[in-house]
């Protein structure tokens, strides 16, 4: 069925370190693809989103490219912060239909 | 902020009483839905609207039910809370199509 697979966590790393979180979705058609941040005690904010195919989606230092022959949108970011702990959560839609998530990996950034 | 009220954002109430969660948006978007977030499942669909009087089940929707009589307003109702219930509780909205916001989100405890 559809669905997001995105790895489990925590995930933690010092600051400056290269971030990677994976997110594998299954989907038909074309789906949108998105990253959300979730900060702690907060509601879930837009990071950034890819519309079609090699597109690649970038915010605050984030990127994701959208691979459809790997169905994949990984998360990026060369150099974290300790202001990047959160969880982030890896998502699809397909027109007007509602957001499916991944599960959420948190991850925290010590100085 | 993207214009979304969600209230109460803590509730504690007794198992077999009623509950109704409230979400109130003053962006005139098209799609309201609601999600519920526990911890290692991400978030969950549980009702979605399409508009007025429109609304449709998600994944997790029994136990639940919804109502829209106007355009700003999706209410969540819990007919009977029972313990596995107890969740963080989101509404989001989107003027169609992608992007959706969410709201701050409601702590709802069942006891």
């Known amino acids: 069925g559809n669905s997001v697979t995105q790895m489990e966590g925590p995930v933690t790393l010092s600051e400056e370190a290269f971030l990677t979180i994976n997110c594998t979705y299954t989907a038909t058609g074309y789906p949108s693809l998105f990253w959300y941040v979730q900060y702690p005690g907060e509601g879930l904010q837009l990071l950034l989103k890819a519309t079609k195919a090699d597109d690649k989606g970038s915010n605050k230092g984030f990127e994701a490219t959208y691979r459809k022959e790997t169905t994949s949108f990984h998360l990026e970011k060369g150099s974290v912060q300790v202001s990047d702990s959160a969880v982030y959560f890896c998502a699809w839609n397909s027109g007007n239909t509602p957001l499916v998530f991944g599960k959420g990996t948190r991850l925290s950034v010590i100085a | 902020d993207a214009g979304i009220t969600q209230s109460p954002r803590h509730k504690v109430t007794e198992t077999g009483t009623p509950v109704t969660l409230r979400c109130h948006q003053t962006e005139n978007h098209r799609y309201m839905y609601w999600y519920r977030q526990d911890p290692g499942h991400g978030l969950r669909l549980i009702h979605y609207?399409?508009?007025?009087?429109?609304?449709d089940k998600g994944e997790v929707s029994d136990g639940y039910s919804v109502s829209r009589s106007k355009t700003e307003d999706f209410l969540l109702t819990l007919e009977s809370a029972t313990s596995s219930q107890t969740s963080v509780y989101f509404c989001a909205i989107s003027p169609g199509g992608e992007q959706a916001f969410f709201g701050q989100g409601t702590r709802l405890t069942v006891v």
């Open positions: 609207s399409y508009g007025v009087k429109d609304t």
